[in-house]
């Protein structure tokens, strides 16, 4: 049983690019989650998508976009890169009505330089 | 004051140590996961816990529903066991939105 898959698994982009990141989730969950975590910080929510739409949202500006596809898959996406943008971007899948549980996927690392 | 602390922050213990990690929080909860990152990795979820105890190998979890607590023992602890190790819980009421988290234990085992 597939856990939750990101790529890319590392990413250099230019300041003032655009990234996309991809997730596709554990089999059988339906909701993502994402998160940002700078180095040597904690996750910082960035949003959560369910039913392919966007549920809640943390403190991030909206440059920080995302979408969730029919088949749970979801995307992130980062307009006119920062330098402070440079951090692991982890995403977590978990089930509506299920137990709670969220697996993680191994995070893209984005530097931007 | 945060919604979910842990203690200690760091830690470092020699190899064979017995090794706990404490979470207190202060909202009503749904489920407390523990979580473990290694250096520049991903999270890999350990526990997830609503009452009682776990056991997964070397690893233990407890929770105190009533007094809001919650314990990870690693027993003969490896310096394979070094990692940061995060308290996270699901608010009650919240299912599924987005997890609290604390800021996490360091731990180092040496050999």
């Known amino acids: 049983d597939a856990g939750v898959t990101q790529s890319p698994t590392h990413l250099i982009k230019t300041r003032g690019q655009q990234v996309t990141l991809r997730c596709s989730p554990k089999?059988?969950?339906?909701?993502v989650s994402w998160y940002q975590q700078a180095l040597g910080q904690g996750p910082q929510f960035i949003f959560q998508y369910y039913e392919e739409e966007e549920r809640q949202r943390g403190n991030f500006p909206d440059r920080f976009s995302g979408h969730q596809f029919p088949n749970y898959s979801s995307e992130l996406n980062v307009n006119a890169l920062l330098l402070g943008d440079s951090a692991l971007y982890l995403c977590?899948?978990?089930?509506?009505?299920?137990?709670?549980?969220?697996?993680f996927g191994s995070g893209t690392r984005l530097t931007v330089v | 004051k945060n919604e979910v602390e842990q203690s200690p922050q760091n830690l470092t213990a020699q190899e064979g140590e017995f090794i706990t990690i404490n979470c207190s929080y202060s909202v009503g909860i749904s489920a407390l996961h523990w979580l473990q990152q290694h250096p520049g990795g991903g999270i890999v979820s350990l526990f997830m816990l609503s009452s009682g105890k776990k056991k997964h190998g070397r690893l233990i979890a407890t929770i105190n529903i009533q007094e809001k607590h919650s314990s990870l023992h690693i027993t003969a602890s490896h310096p394979r066991d070094s990692a940061v190790y995060i308290c996270?819980?699901?608010?009650?009421?919240?299912?599924?939105?987005?997890?609290?988290w604390g800021a996490g234990t360091k731990l180092i085992i040496k050999p």
């Open positions: 977590a899948s978990s089930s509506q009505g299920g137990d709670y549980g969220y697996t």
């Open positions: 996270a819980v699901t608010p009650y009421m919240d299912s599924n939105y987005q997890l609290i």
């Open positions: 089999s059988g969950h339906d909701t």
